[in-house]
């Protein structure tokens, strides 16, 4: 028996790059939950692919569940949907001779979703979806807060440039 999962994913920044936090709703029957947080230096790019990271790390089995994930962002939606995470991989996470943007995250990703059964839907931000609006919610007051997390990886590039 199949069981669904619906994840609702964003990311905000103050300011791009600047501090940023994620937000994720997942439902699952009557079942609901909530997740954010913020990191102090981060992109918004990195934001919205952490949510569904950590969306998809939330889970705990696998077995027969048909996750639907629906995202705001077009960089999320569009390498999943369009084959780029694929090219990407095949291309070992460098375009050119650099390495993509943001591929440590998408490497994780990538594994997750050889684990999971996820397909991407794309829903156009800030205009009403009850649980986008709220993710966006999430990740706002996670920023607001001021406890922040490091991006550890962002962080070390902008010191190696």
């Not at 969306?55 to 995202?71: M, T």
Request: charged share 25%.
């Amino acid at each position: 028996m199949t069981k669904e999962v619906t994840i609702y994913t964003d990311g905000a920044c103050s300011g791009n790059p600047g501090a940023g936090g994620y937000g994720v709703v997942m439902l699952y029957g009557q079942h609901r939950k909530e997740i954010s947080s913020a990191f102090r230096k981060t992109t918004n790019n990195r934001m919205e692919l952490l949510a569904v990271i950590v969306a998809l790390k939330a889970l705990k089995k696998p077995d027969n569940l048909l996750i639907s994930v629906y995202s705001d962002s077009s960089y999320v939606v569009n390498a999943i949907n369009l084959g780029w995470l694929n090219k990407w991989r095949l291309n070992h996470w460098k375009k050119k001779s650099e390495f993509i943007p943001n591929h440590d995250l998408w490497i994780e990703l990538n594994e997750l979703l050889n684990i999971f059964k996820v397909r991407f839907i794309w829903v156009e931000g800030h205009a009403g979806v009850k649980e986008n609006e709220r993710c966006d919610e999430l990740a706002r007051n996670a920023i607001k807060t001021g406890e922040f997390f490091i991006d550890k990886e962002y962080e070390k590039k902008l010191s190696n440039q």
